[in-house]
């Protein structure tokens, strides 16, 4: 026996006219349905997403790209980590998913952020002395 139904909310699953919630709703008149909650909350979320400056994870991006293409670079990176005696956590990567990534490599990039502003201020100052 079903007791409840839950779906994203489009119109074949959800509508109010020849839908399936609606066939079930004839066929079983106590039968709780709820649009499915998970999917509400992802297309919120998403759509908050997109009102964020795309800055930001554009520098995400490019800081993640800079230090992981290089061994070189994250051996010297470890090097500041050690020194201001910070964990030497792994740089994450954003995702195609923004609003699922975006959060856990921003707060890893504030963790960090000590050693990142000496890592780069020393890469800054090989830079205009070559």
């Keep these: 026996m079903l007791i409840g139904y839950a779906s994203d909310g489009v119109n074949v699953m959800m509508g109010a006219h020849n839908s399936l919630a609606t066939t079930l709703k004839d066929d079983i008149?106590?039968?709780?349905?709820?649009?499915?909650i998970c999917h509400s909350f992802h297309l919120?979320?998403?759509y908050a997403c997109t009102k964020l400056p795309i800055s930001i994870e554009e520098t995400v991006k490019d800081i993640?790209?800079?230090?992981?293409?290089?061994?070189?670079?994250?051996?010297?990176?470890?090097?500041?980590?050690?020194?201001?005696?910070?964990?030497?956590?792994?740089?994450?990567?954003p995702s195609q998913t923004r609003w699922l990534s975006l959060l856990p490599v921003v707060n890893r990039l504030l963790e960090q952020?000590?050693?990142?502003?000496?890592?780069?201020?020393?890469?800054?100052?090989?830079?205009?002395?070559?």
Excluded: W
């Design 64 to 93: 993640y790209n800079f230090l992981n293409t290089s061994p070189k670079r994250l051996c010297k990176y470890a090097e500041f980590q050690t020194f201001l005696n910070i964990k030497q956590h792994k740089m994450l990567q």
């Design 44 to 46: 919120f979320a998403s």
């Design 113 to 130: 952020f000590d050693a990142m502003k000496l890592y780069f201020t020393g890469v800054c100052i090989l830079e205009k002395s070559q």
């Design 29 to 36: 008149p106590n039968i709780f349905i709820l649009k499915c």
